[in-house]
Nanobody, 118 residues
Framework: QVQLVESGGGLVQAGGSLRLSCAASGIISSMNTMGWYRQAPGKQRELVAGITRGGSTNYADSVKGRFTISRDNAKNTVYLQMSNLKPEDTAVYYC????????????WGQGTQVTVSS
């Protein structure tokens, strides 16, 4: 089974930075998209950033210019560098990996808490 192991969450003051990591293991197609979602209290889960194997990225408007997603294909690892954090960034952040056409495979990490204090 595919496993996604996240790390890097924590408590940070507004304006600070955090770097999230997510390492995937198991039987996984190399042709996959990885990304980060987040869910704040009382809010729906939303896409923060995504990245293809080839490095194409997309970001939520709210994080453009502040967050950077990257990946290391050799390590099956995706990163989210978060800078200039704001209290509204406070959420549980979830790593996601998806691939497949006829059968779509979609995997999630356990979530890591990011709390930004003012």
């Amino acid at each position: 089974q595919v496993q996604l192991v996240e790390s890097g969450g924590g408590l940070v003051q507004a304006g600070g930075s955090l770097r999230l990591s997510c390492a995937a293991s198991g039987i996984i197609s190399s042709m996959n998209t990885m990304g980060w979602y987040r869910q704040a209290p009382g809010k729906q889960r939303e896409l923060v950033a995504g990245i293809t194997r080839g490095g194409s990225t997309n970001y939520a408007d709210s994080v453009k210019g502040r967050f950077t997603i990257s990946r290391d294909n050799a390590k099956n690892t995706v990163y989210l560098q978060m800078s200039n954090l704001k209290p509204e960034d406070t959420a549980v952040y979830y790593c996601n990996l998806a691939y497949g056409s006829i059968t779509r495979y979609n995997y999630w990490g356990q979530g890591t808490q990011v709390t930004v204090s003012s």
